[in-house]
């Protein structure tokens, strides 16, 4: 079976629309702070656009400064099909040891983090999730 669409959502609501494919990362462009002063997750991302690309930089709590992941390629997304504006985006990470997958959205003028952490070496340590929530 080979689907054209998996729900009404996948349909644009006219034909035609002007810009339909190309997402304004501005939203979600800037330095943002976790809330959580005393976390042990992500402290700070940095969106950029970068010639039409969104791309982030994501930094770790370490135990005496931040671990900065490096610049990757990020994904914008907009609410809808006919959407132009960004609301949400997602970057990946290859750590080697660990694949981080970071989706995030704008609740507001919160962006709420999600991580998907999976391990790929051999020590004894579950894949886990985690959200955080940051601010500009």
Request: charged content about 25%; cysteine-free.
């Amino acid at each position: 079976m080979r689907l054209e669409f998996t729900r009404q959502n996948d349909l644009p609501e006219a034909d035609g629309a002007a810009g339909r494919g190309t997402i304004n990362p501005s939203s979600l462009v800037g330095i943002w702070h976790s809330f959580d002063t005393e976390t042990r997750g992500i402290i700070k991302l940095v969106l950029l656009e970068q010639r039409g690309a969104l791309t982030m930089q994501a930094f770790g709590a370490g135990e005496s400064s931040e671990i900065d992941w490096g610049t990757v390629q990020g994904q914008a997304f907009a609410a809808s099909v006919d959407g132009v504006e960004g609301v949400a985006l997602r970057a990946f990470y290859d750590f080697g040891f660990l694949e981080t997958l970071v989706a995030a959205y704008l609740n507001k003028r919160i962006l709420v983090v999600d991580t998907y952490n999976t391990f790929k070496d051999k020590r004894a340590r579950a894949n886990y999730f985690s959200r955080d929530h940051f601010y500009q």
